[in-house]
T-cell receptor, first 112, second 112 residues
Framework: EDKVVQSPLSLVVHEGDTVTLNCSYE??????LLWYKQEKKAPTFLFML????IEKKSGRLSSILDKKELFSILNITATQTGDSAIYLC????????????FGKGTHLIIQP | DAGVTQSPTHLIKTRGQQVTLRCSPK?????VSWYQQALGQGPQFIFQ???????QRGNFPDRFSGHQFPNYSSELNVNALLLGDSALYLC???????????FGPGTRLTVL
């Protein structure tokens, strides 16, 4: 059974801090790993990673994948209160356009 | 460009009843996936529709069924509702064969 584990499950930091969120996985026929941000309802797409060692970056957010060690990290620098959200990691496996397997998410709270 | 839309926003039902949730995919997408997200959990894959057929199914009972229409929109039907079916139901759309799924705002179902 495919499995995605995120850590920590919750994190409280102060504005301006840098945070690192972790995601490890065990899946058969790995295709891609995706990060989403969920504030109220709809998860919003952040990054998709398919190759090891390539960093995806968007502003203060960046992510990297290690296919050998089966994990990914999401970094957020110079955090702002608007970064407060649940960050979800998901993995797609299999031979085609299949369902995503999600972790439980990391609940990030940024205090002013 | 309209994103993924879902209706209704909220729904309250009683045990044993049946419910139908609706989803319209993002413009240009042909594949719809449904997820159930219980409180404090990551989304769980229910099933995926492409070309009006169920392509893949997660670990959900037959009480959960779906349909996709020629315009790519989709319905999720749940029969014989249980208290444990209370959750946020998310629809995601994508282009078949590509991994990035975009989520709608969800339908919050409460079963009393």
């Amino acid at each position: 059974e495919d499995k995605v584990v995120q850590s920590p499950l919750s994190l409280v930091v102060h504005e301006g801090d840098t945070v690192t969120l972790n995601c490890s996985y065990e899946v058969t026929n790995f295709r891609s790993l995706l990060w989403y941000k969920q504030e109220k309802k709809a998860p919003t797409f952040l990054f998709m990673l398919t190759s090891s060692g390539i960093e995806k970056k968007s502003g203060r957010l960046s992510s990297i994948l290690d296919k050998k060690e089966l994990f990914s990290i999401l970094n957020i620098t110079a955090t702002q209160t608007g970064d407060s959200a649940i960050y979800l990691c998901a993995v797609e496996a299999g031979g085609g356009a299949d369902g995503l397997t999600f972790g439980k998410g990391t609940h990030l709270i940024i205090q002013p | 460009d309209a994103g993924v839309t879902q209706s209704p926003t909220h729904l309250i039902k009683t045990r044993g009843q049946q419910v139908t949730l609706r989803c319209s995919p993002k413009s240009g997408h042909d594949t719809v996936s449904w997820y159930q997200q219980a409180l404090g959990q990551g989304p769980q894959f229910i099933f995926q529709y492409y070309e009006e057929e169920e392509r893949q199914r997660g670990n959900f009972p037959d009480r959960f069924s779906g349909h996709q229409f020629p315009n790519y929109s989709s319905e999720l039907n749940v029969n014989a509702l249980l208290l444990g079916d209370s959750a946020l139901y998310l629809c995601a759309s994508s282009t078949y064969g590509l991994d990035t799924q975009y989520f709608g705002p969800g339908t919050r179902l409460t079963v009393l």
